[in-house]
């Protein structure tokens, strides 16, 4: 019986290790404070402030000069979107996988 309660305190130690490891790697690894769009932002908005050059400001909010000049080449989803709506609203019983088949064969 001793035996088993010596076991039994070994795993309940090597569990809270665990445990205080995950926590440990959990916590290093957060969100970003601000996103690079927002980052963008604020830059645009110190350089007109306070007369900085883009180098400037960019080395002060520690951002990469290429992230700055950076232009989204999305494309706009709407018409997609309306798409998947239709192809739902007549056929109830399609999953995402057939919606995307069909939107797939429509190119």
Not at 15 to 34: I, P, Q, T, Y
């Amino acid at each position: 019986m001793k035996q088993l309660e010596e076991e039994n305190a070994k795993l309940k130690r090597l569990v809270a290790d665990l445990s205080l490891d995950k926590a440990d790697v959990a916590g290093c690894g957060g969100k970003k404070s601000l996103k690079p769009s927002r980052l963008r932002e604020f830059a645009t908005h110190l350089m007109h402030r306070f007369g900085a050059s883009q180098r400037q400001t960019c080395a002060v909010l520690k951002l990469s000069r290429s992230v700055y000049s950076y232009q989204s080449v999305a494309r706009d989803p709407s018409a997609l979107v309306m798409r998947i709506r239709e192809i739902t609203q007549t056929r109830v019983h399609y999953g995402y996988r057939r919606v995307h088949v069909m939107l797939r064969r429509e190119g």
